[in-house]
């Protein structure tokens, strides 16, 4: 009995309470709760994404320079009705929008050769741009008979700059490759083939891209109209109601008239 009493453990070993064990599940349940807690704030709050995000809209004026004369805008996107639209393209005024509708437009992969690729007959690669329906120019080549700068071998250069508004516009970068441009709200951009050396403007399209950047507050003028509209309809309500008034006086005239050739006596129908 003294033996079984040493090794099995008395009632005080068995009345004792785990302690360790309950802390254990407690430790496990706190955990757990502050993972939920996390994933959820994670979830309702996530990080932000490169811009641009699906969603979004920017603007960025677009010109080309062949040989020292300034090209017109490109078309509409031939595409642009098919599903879904390209969520980079142009309307035709020398802007490009950046309308994302999924990711493969949106992010690192909103740049100036996305637009590129998504515009059928396009083309613009480091030392090649053809416009469609117009020949293509390579690095090297001279310019045709007739050009302003005839003669004189061009190169593709692509001018960019940040921003509409200073400092962004009085200082432009060059580029040569099309994917190195990511686009920015606001970008001016003009893609040229043109000697070395030579002066490259900023797009003509400009104004074009700050319309379509106010495209909301255009929007807005619309609504003035229709809140004086109320006016008119007050306007002509009095009309409606003088209109009510004298019916019921030429009613009157009328009963008044019709007795008299019952009675003989015309002066009566006078007052």
Request: with cysteine.
């Amino acid at each position: 009995m003294a033996r079984a009493g040493a090794t099995g453990g008395g009632r005080s070993y068995r009345g004792q309470m785990p302690v360790k064990w309950y802390g254990s599940l407690v430790l496990i349940c706190l955990l757990g709760v502050a993972l939920i807690v996390y994933s959820r704030y994670e979830r309702q709050h996530p990080a932000p994404s490169t811009q641009p995000a699906i969603g979004a809209h920017w603007f960025q004026a677009l010109g080309f320079d062949i040989c020292g004369t300034v090209e017109p805008n490109l078309p509409v996107n031939p595409n642009a009705s098919t599903s879904p639209v390209p969520g980079i393209r142009t309307e035709g005024d020398g802007v490009i929008q950046v309308a994302p509708t999924t990711n493969a437009d949106a992010g690192d992969n909103a740049t100036l050769a996305r637009f590129v690729a998504t515009y059928p007959k396009l083309k613009l690669a480091s030392g090649v741009v053809q416009l469609p329906g117009k020949p293509k120019y390579t690095n090297g080549e001279k310019c045709p008979a007739g050009s302003h700068d005839a003669g004189k071998p061009g190169q593709v250069v692509i001018k960019m700059w940040p921003s509409f508004t200073p400092p962004g516009s009085n200082n432009p970068a060059v580029f040569h490759d099309p994917a190195a441009i990511k686009l920015a709200d606001g970008q001016l951009i003009t893609v040229a083939f043109v000697p070395t050396g030579a002066s490259i403007p900023k797009p003509s399209s400009i104004t074009a891209m700050l319309t379509d950047r106010a495209g909301t507050a255009t929007t807005t003028p619309p609504t003035v109209p229709s809140a004086t509209t109320p006016t008119t309809p007050v306007t002509t309500t009095p009309s409606t109601a003088t209109t009510a008034t004298t019916k019921p006086a030429s009613t009157a005239t009328t009963a008044s008239t019709l007795p008299s050739p019952k009675g003989t006596t015309p002066t009566t129908a006078k007052p």
